[in-house]
Structure formats: C-alpha cells, structure tokens
C-alpha cells in the first residue's frame, strides 16, 4: 500500500470522522508507519459506498469491491490509502483497537449527516436513534454532549444489553435539518424523505467472485 502525498480537505475530514463515528475504521498494519481508512457497508448500500469514493478521492486506494459477509449476505468495501492525516485521527479515536470518542470532539452538519447515514435509524415518526453501541457509556456521554453543542438534545437508550443514543422529538426537526443537505439520495429514507435510487453511472469496476461487472449494473 503506497503513501499519498495528497491532503485531506475540511468536507474530507468531515466525511471520515462522520464515518469513524459509524462503521468505518482505521488501522495501522504492523511495520508499516501510517495508518488507513477502511469503508464497509451492505451491499444494498452500493450508492453510498460510491458516493464515499467519489469523496475521498485523492486518497482512495483502489475500486470498492464486493465480496461475502456473514452469512449470505454480501458487502461492498475499499479502502484508502496510508497517509500521516490518518494516523493522527487514529490516534484521537482509538485506544489500542477499541475505538473511543476524543473528549473534545466537535460535531459539524457534514460529520452529523455522515454518522447519521451509517449508524442512524428511525423506527417511528417520534423515534429517532444513533445505534452507539459500540461506544461504552463515557464514550456515549461525550457524543450527547457534542450533539448539544449543536442544540440537539438526546438520552441515553436501552437496547437489549446496551445503550444508543434517542434524539429528543423536540430535536428531531432540527436535526433533520441540520443534515438534510448532505444526506445522498438514497439514504433520504432515513429522515422520512422518499428513498431516491440514483441514475448517476459510474466508471468503477466491482470485482465479483472472480467477474468483473460494472458497479451501474
């Protein structure tokens, strides 16, 4: 994997850090200096894994490609490239390999639409969650505090065994929002907004047990 000499631009950095507060990590692979993004999703979300690359273009180290979960389900990844940006963000949100929240962490609508595209959901018109599972409580407590920065209220809410944050209904149009504009289309589903499949046909090539098919298809 080689080193990029590219930097990362603000919108960029928004996008990582919104994805490392969701499904995305960072890792450093052992004899090598700097660090890597990886992007992971379900394959029905092709549209926003697309969408990521085209971001972090500049930065990316090859074509999403689609391989097997769990089970029978399939995912569609990539990654990035090393670069010495990555290291430090890594630095900031894990402790060893458990990933934590930095305790001056500050939240824009970019970071906030990009967390809420990975890991918000919303069951109800008055039920709108971040699953934070993930995250221990302290970890929890920072994110709620970041998210009132914002002027957004949220709890903490049992899930089974854990907790996740819940948006006070007070909150929810703001939210909404806050986000709108950087939400993709085809994750409007998850602020009650009509699911847009998008047209846009892209260049990329997905590799597919062993067959090379075109990421429009």
Known sequence: MVNTVERLNQFQKSVIIGTLLGDGYIRIVPGRQNAFLEINHALSQREYVLWKY?????????????????????AIRFYTRQSAELTKIQSLFYSGRVKVIPPDLQLNPVILAVWFMDDGSRCRESDV???????????????????????????????????????????IPKLFAIIEKTIIPSMQYKIGLESVETTRRSPTLITLDEDIVRSSQ
């Open 54 to 74: 085209d971001v972090l273009d500049g930065i990316r180290a090859g074509a999403p490609q689609v391989r097997n979960g769990n089970g029978k389900r399939k």
């Open 129 to 171: 969650y971040l699953n934070t599972q993930q995250f221990d409580t302290p970890s929890q407590l920072i994110l709620i505090q970041a998210l009132q920065k914002l002027g957004l209220e949220a709890t903490l809410n049992k899930d089974k065994h854990y907790f996740r944050i819940r948006f006070l209904k007070k909150s």
